[in-house]
C-alpha cells in the first residue's frame, strides 16, 4: 500500500513536470511564431506604450537630400508596462531609412499580403527578450528588413521600404565595477569621445581589434577576431543641452560584423542622442549610407547617392561625432 502511493506521487510529481516543460515548450514556440511575423503595426489607442515620431534630414551629414523617419515606442512605468517587459525603461526604435535611388520611404502594399502577419511592439519585444530569458541574444537586438512598419492611411496600407528596429535599455545607475553591455543606455557611465578612443587605440596599430570607430565606419579592419560581439557597447560620449534647458546624452557604439553580402547593422544609429521623455531624437546611420552592398546596387540598376564625401570627410564626421537632429529640437 505504500509502495502504491509512493508512485501515485511520483506518477503525480512527474505529470506536473510535464506540464511545466510542455508550458515552456509553448512559449518557446510561441516566440518563434511571433518572431516570424513581417509587419509591425504601432497602434496609437495602446496605452501599454507611448510613441514619439521624428523626421530627420541627410543633408548636413551626408550631402544628398533624404528624409529619415524615426519612431521612438517608449515602454515605462508611466505606462504601466516596464514590469511586463523589463525592469528599466525600453525604447524599441524604429528607423525608415529611404530607398537609395528614389529616396521613397513608403511603398503600397496589398491587405491580404499582411494579414496574419502583423505583429505589435509588446509582442515584438517578448519574441526578443522573452520572459524566462530564452533566445537572449545580441543579433536580435539591432534587425534590418526582417519585419517592417505598416501603416493603413484612407483605406489603404503602406509598408516602409527599409526598415530598422532596435532596442535599447535606459539604465540610469549602472552597477558598480561593470561597464554594461550592448543595447543598454548607462546614463551615469564614464564618458569617453570617440576621439579620445581612437588617440588611445589607433587604427595603425590596432587594426585588427573590433571597436575602432573610424574601421567601423565602413572602410576597413575586421571584426572576426576572438572578442566578436563580446566587445559590443554602447559608449557615453557626452551630456549635451537640448532646446536652451533640457538635458541629452550622445552616445556612439561599437559593434561590427564581417558581412560583406548585405548592410552590417550590428551599429545601427551608431551616434545619437537620447532625451529622457523623448527616446532618441537624433542618430547617424554610417552603415546605410557608406556604401550600399552590391545585391542592393544592383537591385537598383547601381545607382548610388548623391553624396560626395571623401574618406576624410567620413572619418571627420565620425571624430567631430556630428548626427542629424530632429526638427523640433536644438544642440546646443
Not at 80 to 85: F, G
Not at 109 to 114: G, L, N, R, W, Y
Request: charged share 25%; aromatic share 14%; glycine share 8%.
Amino acid at each position: 500500500m505504500i509502495m502504491k502511493e509512493i508512485h501515485e506521487k511520483i506518477k503525480a510529481k512527474g505529470q506536473n513536470v510535464n506540464k511545466f516543460f510542455l508550458l515552456i515548450f509553448l512559449l518557446v514556440i510561441g516566440f518563434d511564431a511571433i518572431a516570424q511575423g513581417k509587419y509591425l503595426v504601432i497602434d496609437s489607442t495602446d496605452t501599454g506604450y507611448a510613441t514619439k515620431h521624428y523626421r530627420l534630414n541627410t543633408r548636413e551629414l551626408y550631402d544628398t537630400d533624404f528624409n529619415i523617419e524615426t519612431f521612438n515606442i517608449i515602454f515605462s512605468e508611466k505606462n504601466n508596462s516596464s514590469k511586463n517587459l523589463n525592469q528599466y525603461e525600453r525604447i524599441l526604435l524604429v528607423s525608415l531609412l529611404p530607398d537609395i535611388s528614389t529616396g521613397k520611404l513608403w511603398e503600397e502594399i496589398d491587405a491580404k499580403d499582411i494579414k496574419e502577419h502583423t505583429i505589435g511592439p509588446a509582442e515584438y519585444v517578448r519574441s526578443i527578450s522573452p520572459v524566462l530569458g530564452f533566445k537572449n541574444n545580441v543579433f536580435d537586438l539591432k534587425k534590418f528588413n526582417q519585419t517592417r512598419l505598416v501603416t493603413e492611411e484612407k483605406g489603404k496600407w503602406w509598408v516602409s521600404s527599409n526598415c530598422l528596429i532596435e532596442s535599447f535599455e535606459i539604465v540610469p545607475n549602472g552597477l558598480p565595477f561593470f561597464s554594461g553591455i550592448y543595447g543598454q543606455l548607462i546614463l551615469d557611465q564614464n564618458m569617453v569621445a570617440i576621439k579620445e578612443f581612437v588617440e588611445k587605440y589607433p587604427p595603425e596599430e590596432y587594426k585588427d581589434v573590433l571597436g575602432i570607430p573610424l574601421l567601423l565606419s565602413g572602410r576597413g579592419g575586421r571584426a572576426d577576431n576572438l572578442n566578436g560581439w563580446r566587445t559590443w557597447k554602447e559608449f557615453l560620449s557626452k551630456i549635451v543641452s537640448v532646446n536652451g534647458s533640457g538635458k541629452g546624452y550622445q552616445f556612439w557604439t561599437c559593434a561590427a560584423t564581417n558581412v560583406a553580402d548585405n548592410y552590417d547593422a550590428s551599429q545601427g544609429v551608431g551616434r545619437f542622442i537620447y532625451v529622457p521623455g523623448e527616446g532618441i531624437i537624433g542618430g547617424s546611420y554610417d552603415f546605410y549610407f557608406l556604401r550600399p552592398p552590391s545585391y542592393y546596387l544592383a537591385k537598383s540598376g547601381n545607382k548610388i547617392y548623391s553624396h560626395r564625401l571623401t574618406s576624410e570627410q567620413w572619418d571627420k564626421n565620425i571624430l567631430e561625432e556630428k548626427v542629424m537632429i530632429a526638427e523640433s529640437f536644438t544642440i546646443d
